[in-house]
């Protein structure tokens, strides 16, 4: 069974980091792209960046610069690192894991910005 687990969300303030991690069971990372994303209330969600199985990176423009995504193949990981964190960065942010022939969701970390 195949399981995806984000963590490291919490609260923070503005200016501040975070560095999120997902980790998969069930599923060998190195054969999967995987990606970060988030959502609001009432609002779609929205990719934040993504990782390729060859260690190729995208960002959304709103997080360029600020955001950095990695994996750890070994530890069947990937993490998002968040420095200089704003408000509008408040979200559950969810972690995605898409092999050739399936698609793996974890259940999502709330993140908050505030002061």
């Known amino acids: 069974q195949v399981q995806v687990v984000e963590s490291g969300g919490g609260l923070v303030q503005p200016g501040g980091s975070l560095r999120l991690s997902c980790a998969a069971s069930?599923?060998?990372?190195?054969?999967?792209?995987m990606r970060w994303y988030r959502q609001t209330p009432g609002k779609e969600r929205e990719l934040v960046a993504t990782?390729?199985?060859?260690?190729?990176?995208n960002y959304a423009d709103s997080v360029k610069g600020r955001f950095t995504i990695s994996r750890d193949n070994s530890k069947n990981t990937m993490t998002l690192q968040m420095n200089n964190l704003k408000p509008e960065d408040t979200a559950v942010y969810y972690c995605?894991?898409?092999?050739?022939?399936?698609?793996?969701w974890g259940q999502g970390t709330q993140v908050t910005v505030s002061s």
């Open positions: 995605r894991v898409q092999t050739t022939a399936n698609n793996y």
């Open positions: 990782i390729t199985m060859a260690g190729t990176t």
């Open positions: 069930g599923i060998l990372v190195r054969f999967a792209t």
